[in-house]
C-alpha cells in the first residue's frame, strides 16, 4: 500500500507538471500534502494543514502541515518549502524560528530531510519511491512515548476501572450506612436533584453522579491546571462537600491508586498540546472514551459523542445568516437569546464565543446575559463549562464565570414553554441555589435561537438492547397532538425518539419567531413514518432547510459508518434549520444534499468552506402523503393492497380492501437457541428443561438454577402472575427459521417473546402456505418467499423484519376459515370474468407472481419502502397464476424438487484423519468457478454461476443453506454447556443433499421470474 502510494504521488507530480508546467511550491506540495492525507487516513491519523505549534519561545509558528493522533497529540510536522529555495538555509531559519524538530520533514520537492528528535534522521531524492517509501515510513513510525504509554494505560484502564468502581461503591454504601451526616448530605441532594434534573432520579443516581465526580475530578486539573474548579463550580461544590464527608486522605489515594497510570499518561499527553482549542478537543475525546469504558448504555443513550468543529461553525454561520434575513438582526445583537438544550462538552457555545470575537463588549454582554446552555449528565456538563469559561478568557483575554449553564434535564423542563418576553412562569425548587436560579432565569427568557446536536439514542432501536428512554409526558402529549395527529404513515411508534423530542420541546420554547439549527439523524426528513411530523414542521414554520450529510449504512450497505458517517456511525445525519415568524404564512422548502459516497472528511471539509448563503438548495414541494424525498409519481394508489391494518382489525368503511384479511409479524422468539433446533429430540430436551426450570422459579422465585434459563420482563411477569406451564409435544412444529432452512420450533405464547397473530394461522398440527414479505422498514433489499411452516421474524437476518400472509386462518375451535378476502374474490372475478378461473387458490398463486415481477419491484421500490405491497391486476390472469402456482410449489416443497446434478469431489484430509478429528469445516461458495466447498474433504462442482442471483436480502439461496449449517458457538451459557450437540459432519451427506435442489430452485425461479419479465401489461 504505501508502494503505491508513492509512486502515485510521483505519477500526480509529473501530471501536475505537464498540465501546469509550473514547479512552485503550490503545485508541488498539494501533492505531496495528499500523500501524506492519504498515508496518515489508512492509519486513523488526522492531517492538517496549517497548523499552529506554540514555540518554546512562546511565540506560534504555523508549519504547512501536521499529523495528529486521534486524539490531537502531534505525531509529526511538514513544512514544504519551493523548488528553487536553499533547503538547508531554509531549514536553519525555522529551527531558529522555533518549528518542532522531534518528528519534522522538510522538503523542496526535490529533495526531502527528516529531522528526528533534533538531528537530521534521513534525506532522500523525492523521485526516488524506495527511498521517499523509506523516508514516509520513518517519520510514520515515530513513536512519542506519552502515546505508547496512553494507549497502555487506556487499556489497562478499561481492565482495571470495574474493581475501582467496585471500591467506590462499597465506600459510598458503607457511608450510606455509617455515616449519619453523610446520609442527611445524600438526601438533600438528592431531593433537589429530582427536582430540577428529573423526577425519576434515585439514590443510584446520586451514587453514580459522585463517582463520576470523583474519578474524573483528576483528569480536570491535568488538563487545565484548574484544581480550583471543583470548589468553586455551584454544581461540582455541592458534590465535593458530598465527597468531602465519606473520602478524603490515604483512603482516597489508595482506592484510586489504580488510576494513577491513566491520570500520568493523560497529563504528559495534555503537555504535548498547546493550543487551547486542541486542549478542548484532547478533553473531549478524553471524555467520550472515559464515558465508554465507565459506561456504555448511558454513553448510547445520553448520545455522548461530540461534534466536529466544521459542523458547528457551519450551522452557528447559517444560523447568523437567517437571524439577519428574517429579523434583521445578527446573533450578536441584543435580544437574540441563544439556547443550546443538549450542550454535551458545550461545543456550540464555545464556537459562538470564538464567532463573536473582536466585538469584546458585545460579547460581553451575550456571553453573560444571552447564551444559554443545558446538560443531564454530570460528567459533560463540567466539560462544558470548563471549556466554556476557558474559551472566554482565551477570547476576552479576562475570565468571567458562565452563568447561564444549567444542569438540568431541557425535556422535562417545561416551565419556559411558550414564554413570550417578560413571562414570570412557575418556579421550582433547586438542585443548588445557584442552580435554580439559572434555570428560572432562562426559563424567563425569550429564546429565539435553539441550536445544538441532541441525542441519538443508538440501541434504543434493538429491543434485546433494552436501552430504551424514558417517557416525558408533556412533550410526548405535544408530539401526540401534533406530529401523530398529522400521521398517516403505518408505524409510527419509532416518532417518539429523541430527536422529535427536542424539535418538539424547541418548537413550542421559540413559540412564535425564532430559529431552530439542529444536527439530527435523516430520518426525519426521509422516512414514511415521519410523514405527520414533516406536515407539522410545514405547518408551524415558514421556511425549513435540509443540509443532508447522508451517510446512512444501514440503509445503503455500500457505506461503511467509519469512513463516510460525520459521526462515524450507520445511522444517516442531517442538518436541519428551521425558521418560524408568526407573522408569515405558507412554509418554503430547501433541500441540498452531498453526495452519497463523500467520504466523512469530504463532507466536513465542505461544511467547512461553505457558507450556508452559497448552498444551491432545491425547492421542495411536499406530496400528499408529505413526502419531501423520494416523491413518486406512479399509479400505486390504485393498486390492490395486498394488505391492510384496517381491514385486519375489521375497522368498519375501511374505504379500500385488502387481498388477505390476516396478516402477522413473524416469530419474535426472543431466545432462538432454546425455542429451535435442527433436532426434534434436542429441541424437546431443552423445552423440557426451560418449563422445568421455569415451573421451579414459579414455585420458588429465589431458586437456585432460575439463571440457568433466557428469562426477560415478560417470562418474568408469568412467573410472577403464576401462569402455570407444562412441556406441550403438540407445539412443536416446523418453521422457517431462514430461507431454506426449516428447523424445529416449539411455538408456545409464553416462551417466545412475540407471537403476534401466527398462533391463528400456525396453530398445532395445521399445514397452511403462506407468503412472507418485506416490512417496508427492512433495510435489507426488498424480498418474498413462500413457506408451510411459521416464518421468523428475521427471516433473512437481523434489521429486516418479515411479515407474514397465510392462505388460511384458523377459528379459537379449530376451524379453517379462508383468509383471501370475499372483496379480492369479486374485485378479481369483476377484472377477469368468471372464465378465467378466479377462484381463491389462484389469486393466492397470482399474488405470488406478481410480487416476483422484477419490472413491479423497479417500478415502485420506493413505495415499497413505504408501504406494503400493493398488486397490478395484468393482463392474462391464468399465465400469472400459473407462474404463481410453480414458484409455490418449488418454494415450499423445495426439499422435494428434483436434485440437480451436482459433482461431488470427495478428497481425503489426511491431516485431519492422522489426527482423529472430522474434516475443518468450510461451507464457502466461489460463484465464478461454480463450487461450494463443504469441508477440508468435500466440494460440490457444476453448480451454474446464475444460481447465485436468486437472492433473498443480503444473500443467495445458496448461501443462506451454508450460512445456516456453520458450527457456531451458542451465546447462552446454559445451551452451550448442556446442549450443544450439533456437529456439520453429521449433516454433511443431508446438507449436499439440500443443495443440489436448492439449487434446482434458484435455477427454476430465475427461468420463472424471466418468463414473468416479458409478460403484457396495462
Ligand atoms: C450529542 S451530545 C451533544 C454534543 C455537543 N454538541 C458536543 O459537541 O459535545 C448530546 C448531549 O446531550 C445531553 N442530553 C441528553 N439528553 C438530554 C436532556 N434531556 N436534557 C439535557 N441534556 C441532554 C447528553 O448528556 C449529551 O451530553
Not at 635 to 664: C, H, M, N, T, Y
Request: proline share 5%.
Amino acid at each position: 500500500m504505501s508502494r503505491i502510494q508513492v509512486e502515485s504521488y510521483l505519477s500526480r507530480i509529473d501530471q501536475l507538471r505537464r498540465v501546469s508546467g509550473a514547479t512552485n511550491e503550490v503545485i508541488v506540495s498539494q501533492a505531496f500534502a495528499r500523500l501524506l492525507e492519504d498515508w496518515a487516513t489508512d492509519q486513523k491519523l488526522i492531517f492538517v494543514q496549517q497548523h499552529a505549534y506554540e514555540t518554546p519561545q512562546k511565540t506560534f509558528v504555523r508549519p504547512d502541515g501536521v499529523v495528529l493522533h486521534d486524539i490531537r497529540v502531534p505525531l509529526g510536522w511538514w513544512e514544504a518549502k519551493d523548488t528553487s529555495d536553499d533547503l538547508e538555509k531554509e531549514i536553519e531559519k525555522k529551527l531558529r524560528k522555533g518549528y518542532p524538530q522531534d518528528n519534522i520533514v522538510f522538503e523542496n520537492g526535490a529533495t526531502a530531510i527528516l529531522y528526528q528528535n533534533r538531528h537530521e534522521a534521513f534525506r532522500c531524492d523525492m523521485t526516488d519511491p524506495a527511498a521517499l517509501e523509506k523516508l514516509v515510513t520513518l517519520f510514520f513510525g515515530y513513536e512519542r512515548p506519552e502515546i505508547a504509554e496512553f494507549r497502555t494505560a487506556v487499556r489497562q484502564f478499561g481492565t482495571d476501572l470495574p474493581a475501582i468502581l467496585e471500591g467506590l461503591r462499597a465506600k459510598i454504601a458503607e457511608a450510606y450506612a455509617d455515616n449519619p451526616a453523610f446520609g442527611t448530605q445524600a438526601a438533600a441532594f438528592l431531593t433537589h436533584a429530582r427536582q430540577t434534573i428529573n423526577p425519576g432520579l434515585t439514590e443510584e443516581d446520586v451514587r453514580e453522579m459522585l463517582i463520576q465526580h470523583v474519578l474524573t475530578e483528576e483528569i480536570f486539573t491535568q488538563v487545565f491546571n484548574d484544581g480550583q474548579y471543583h470548589r468553586e463550580n455551584n454544581i461540582a461544590r455541592e458534590l465535593t462537600k458530598l465527597e468531602d464527608a465519606f473520602f478524603t486522605g490515604a483512603v482516597k489515594r489508595d482506592t484510586l491508586r489504580a488510576m494513577q497510570p491513566y491520570y500520568q499518561a493523560i497529563k504528559a499527553n495534555a503537555a504535548q498540546i498547546s493550543l487551547h482549542s486542541e486542549k478542548q478537543t484532547f478533553l473531549k475525546l478524553i471524555y467520550e472514551q472515559f464515558y465508554k469504558v465507565y459506561n456504555p448504555k448511558a454513553a448510547d443513550r445520553l448520545g455522548v459523542v461530540y461534534t466536529p468543529n466544521e459542523i458547528v461553525r457551519f450551522m452557528i454561520e447559517g444560523a447568523d445568516w437567517l437571524c439577519e434575513k428574517h429579523f434583521g438582526k445578527t446573533l450578536i445583537e441584543p435580544g437574540v437569546e441563544i439556547l443550546d438544550p443538549a450542550t454535551g462538552t458545550g461545543t456550540f457555545i464555545c464556537e459562538l464565543i470564538e464567532h463573536f470575537r473582536g466585538q469584546p463588549k458585545a460579547l460581553h454582554r451575550k456571553y453573560k446575559e444571552e447564551l444559554h446552555a443545558n446538560e443531564v449528565a454530570i460528567l459533560p456538563y463540567y466539560v462544558a463549562n470548563l471549556n466554556i469559561e476557558a474559551t472566554y478568557a482565551a477570547v476576552a483575554g479576562q475570565y468571567a464565570e458562565f452563568p447561564n449553564l444549567c444542569f438540568v434535564d431541557t425535556l422535562d423542563n417545561v416551565a419556559g414553554l411558550g414564554v413570550r418576553k417578560g413571562t414570570t412562569p412557575d418556579l421550582f425548587g433547586a438542585l443548588s441555589d445557584e442552580n435554580v436560579a439559572r434555570v428560572k432565569r432562562q426559563n424567563m427568557r425569550k429564546i429565539s435561537v435553539v441550536i445544538g446536536n441532541p441525542p441519538y439514542n443508538a440501541w434504543q432501536e434493538n429491543f434485546n438492547q433494552r436501552n430504551a428512554n424514558r417517557s416525558y409526558k408533556k412533550i410526548d402529549q405535544r408530539i401526540k397532538e401534533t406530529y401523530i395527529l398529522k400521521g398517516s404513515a403505518q408505524n409510527q411508534n419509532s416518532v417518539y425518539d429523541m430527536y422529535t423530542r427536542f424539535f418538539r420541546w424547541s418548537a413550542d420554547r421559540v413559540h412564535d419567531d425564532g430559529i431552530i439549527a439542529f444536527i439530527v439523524g435523516r430520518k426525519p426528513v426521509a422516512k414514511g413514518a415521519y410523514d405527520g411530523f414533516r406536515r407539522d414542521l410545514a405547518d408551524e414554520f415558514n421556511e425549513v432547510y435540509v443540509v443532508d450529510l447522508g451517510g446512512d449504512a444501514i440503509d445503503n450497505p455500500k457505506l461503511s459508518g467509519t469512513r463516510h458517517n460525520v459521526f462515524g456511525n450507520r445511522s444517516g445525519v442531517a442538518i436541519y434549520f428551521l425558521v418560524k415568524k408568526h407573522r408569515a404564512q405558507g412554509c418554503k422548502v430547501f433541500y441540498a444534499r452531498r453526495d452519497e459516497y463523500d467520504t466523512k472528511q469530504d463532507k466536513l471539509s465542505w461544511l467547512g468552506s461553505t457558507p450556508m448563503a452559497q448552498v444551491k438548495f432545491d425547492r421542495i414541494t411536499p406530496d400528499k402523503k408529505g413526502n419531501w424525498l423520494g416523491q413518486t409519481e406512479n399509479d400505486w394508489e390504485e393498486l390492490l393492497p395486498l394488505v391492510s391494518k384496517d381491514v385486519k382489525a375489521g375497522k368498519r368503511g375501511a374505504e379500500k380492501g385488502a387481498i388477505f384479511k390476516l396478516f402477522s409479524r413473524g416469530l419474535g422468539s426472543y431466545r432462538d437457541e432454546w425455542v429451535y433446533d435442527s433436532n426434534r429430540t434436542g429441541l424437546e430436551a431443552k423445552m423440557r428443561y426451560m418449563v422445568e426450570t421455569y415451573e421451579a422459579t414459579r414455585a420458588d422465585p429465589e431458586f437456585t438454577d432460575r439463571n440457568t434459563i433466557k428469562w426477560d420482563a415478560e417470562l418474568d411477569r408469568y412467573a410472577k402472575s403464576n401462569i402455570k406451564k407444562q412441556f406441550d409435544p403438540t407445539l412443536i412444529r416446523r418453521a422457517e427459521f431462514r430461507p431454506f432452512s426449516t428447523l424445529w420450533l416449539y411455538l408456545d405464547q409464553h416462551f417466545n417473546g412475540r407471537t403476534y397473530q401466527l398462533p391463528v394461522m400456525f396453530p398445532p398440527g395445521a399445514e397452511n402456505p403462506a407468503i412472507s414479505f418485506s416490512d417496508p422498514s427492512a433495510q435489507k433489499p426488498w424480498m418474498t418467499i413462500s413457506t408451510s411452516g411459521v416464518p421468523d421474524l428475521h427471516l433473512v437476518g437481523p434489521a429486516a423484519a418479515a411479515m407474514v400472509a397465510s392462505r388460511y386462518r384458523f377459528t379459537p375451535t379449530g376451524e379453517r376459515v379462508d383468509n383471501i378476502t370475499d372483496w379480492a374474490l369479486k374485485t378479481f372475478t369483476d377484472r377477469y370474468g368468471k372464465s378465467a378461473g378466479v377462484s381463491r387458490d389462484t389469486i393466492f398463486a397470482y399474488v405470488y407472481a406478481a410480487l416476483h415481477d422484477p419490472l413491479w419491484r423497479e417500478t415502485y421500490a420506493i413505495n415499497l419502502k413505504r408501504e406494503f405491497p400493493r398488486i397490478p391486476l395484468h393482463p392474462q390472469f391464468g399465465l400469472w397464476a400459473g407462474w404463481g402456482q410453480r414458484l409455490l410449489d418449488l418454494h415450499i416443497g423445495y426439499e422435494g424438487v428434483a436434485p440437480w446434478p451436482l459433482t461431488r469431489r470427495d478428497v481425503e484430509d489426511a491431516k485431519s484423519r492422522a489426527a482423529g478429528v472430522s474434516p475443518r469445516v468450510i461451507l464457502k461458495s466461489d460463484p465464478g468457478a461454480g463450487v461450494v466447498m463443504l469441508d477440508s474433504e468435500t466440494t460440490l462442482a457444476g453448480i451454474p454461476t446464475r444460481a447465485w442471483d436468486y437472492r433473498l436480502g443480503n444473500r443467495s439461496a445458496i448461501d443462506w443453506v451454508l450460512d445456516q449449517h456453520k458450527e457456531k458457538t451458542p451465546k447462552d451459557p446454559t445451551i452451550r454447556l448442556r446442549f450443544n450437540t450439533y456437529r456439520f459432519a453429521d449433516h454433511k451427506d443431508r446438507v449436499a443433499d439440500l443443495l443440489t435442489r436448492v439449487v434446482r430452485v434458484s435455477i427454476e425461479t430465475l427461468e420463472i421470474v424471466d418468463e414473468i419479465a416479458t409478460a403484457r401489461r396495462g
